[in-house]
């Protein structure tokens, strides 16, 4: 069983900036997305920033230039830094992280696993 722990929301003022963190636990063989997602109030969960095993990373277009996604693979930790925030960045952020666990042995692989963290509110506001 594999568990997040996210931390790092709060609010802040247009401009300003955060950083969220999020770590992974448990029975983990290995990690390859991790990333973040966002739900602002009536509206779908949606894609923020992710990047792959290897260093790739995507982002939505909304925050290209703005924010930047990283990890580290030692701690299976991912982070996003957040600059210059606008208030349509107001929603509950979330950690998404897959990957594969433990090995079982019925069907000769490793399993696959996705979680997501228990989501954290970034509020931008004047």
């Known amino acids: 069983q594999v568990q997040l722990v996210e931390s790092g929301g709060g609010s802040v003022q247009p401009g300003g900036s955060l950083r969220l963190s999020c770590a992974a636990s448990?029975?983990?063989?290995?990690?390859?997305?991790m990333g973040w997602y966002r739900q602002a109030p009536g509206k779908q969960r949606e894609l923020v920033a992710g990047v792959l095993k290897r260093g790739s990373t995507n982002y939505a277009d909304s925050v290209k230039g703005r924010f930047t996604v990283s990890r580290d693979n030692a701690k299976n930790m991912v982070f996003l830094q957040m600059n210059s925030l606008k208030p349509e960045d107001t929603a509950v952020y979330y950690c998404n992280v897959d990957g594969n666990s433990e090995y079982d042995g019925s069907v000769g692989g490793y399993r696959y696993f996705e979680v997501w963290g228990q989501g954290t509110l970034v509020t931008v506001s004047s």
């Open positions: 448990g029975s983990i063989f290995s990690i390859n997305f």
